[in-house]
């Protein structure tokens, strides 16, 4: 069964403070990583895909890193418009279905 | 731009009523998809459809059943509905088969009561 764990469950930060948000996983053979971002009252919204192992992607101030084992979203200068909840998903071999996290809720605080 | 629109922000339901959740997706997209996201267990899958009449089980499909009479429209339907249904129920369509290679586009969710 495939497993996905996020860590810390809460984030708070200061403006300006950098700092990485962890997503663990086991799957039974990795299509694909999914970043998602979800403000509060809304849907997920689609950030990244990552495919293999030393993989990067960004966007603005994320960056996404994926190893056999973990990705790590990586907030360089965070601002408090970046306060979100950050969910993470893996797809596994069949390739039909994700399976997410329980995500981590990051706070900026100006 | 994707809009995946579901008909109701906000739900009371009494237990033991038949619940039907709507969505409808602009983009002609094949896939559609039924998750529930309850605080510490992140979203569930609870059905999928690839195609028109076509569905699949998730991980939780138990209580629930759908249905994709058109490729836009997929219904969630709670035959009986239970206090432990209460949740905030996400739509989401994709344009390929496969998860992998085409990230989900979501609804607003719909926030469901069961009392």
């Known amino acids: 069964e495939d497993q996905v764990t996020q860590s810390p469950e809460a984030l708070r930060l200061q403006e300006g403070e950098s700092s990485s948000l962890n997503c663990s996983y086991t799957v039974s053979g990795l299509r694909g990583l999914f970043w998602y971002r979800q403000d509060p009252g809304k849907g997920p919204e689609f950030l990244f895909t990552?495919?293999?192992a030393g993989e990067e992607k960004e966007k603005e101030r994320l960056k996404a890193t994926l190893t056999k084992k973990e990705s790590f979203l990586h907030i360089t200068a965070p601002k408090p418009e970046d306060s979100a909840t950050y969910l993470c998903?893996?797809?596994?071999?069949?390739?039909?279905?994700?399976?997410f996290g329980g995500g981590t809720r990051l706070m900026v605080k100006p | 731009d994707v809009k995946v629109t579901q008909s109701s922000r906000y739900l009371v339901k009494r237990t033991g009523e038949k619940v039907f959740l709507e969505c409808v997706q602009d983009m002609d997209h094949e896939n559609m998809f039924w998750y529930r996201q309850d605080p510490g267990l992140g979203l569930r899958l609870i059905y999928f459809?690839?195609?028109?009449?076509?569905?699949e089980k998730g991980d939780i499909p138990e209580g629930y059943s759908v249905s994709r009479e058109k490729k836009e429209r997929f219904s969630l339907i709670l035959e009986s509905a239970s206090t432990n249904q209460t949740s905030m129920y996400l739509c989401a369509s994709s344009l390929f088969p496969s998860s992998y290679n085409s990230p989900l586009h979501f609804g607003n969710g719909t926030r469901l009561t069961v009392t």
């Open positions: 990552l495919y293999s």
């Open positions: 459809s690839y195609d028109v009449k076509m569905k």
């Open positions: 998903a893996v797809c596994n071999n069949a390739g039909n279905m994700l399976t």
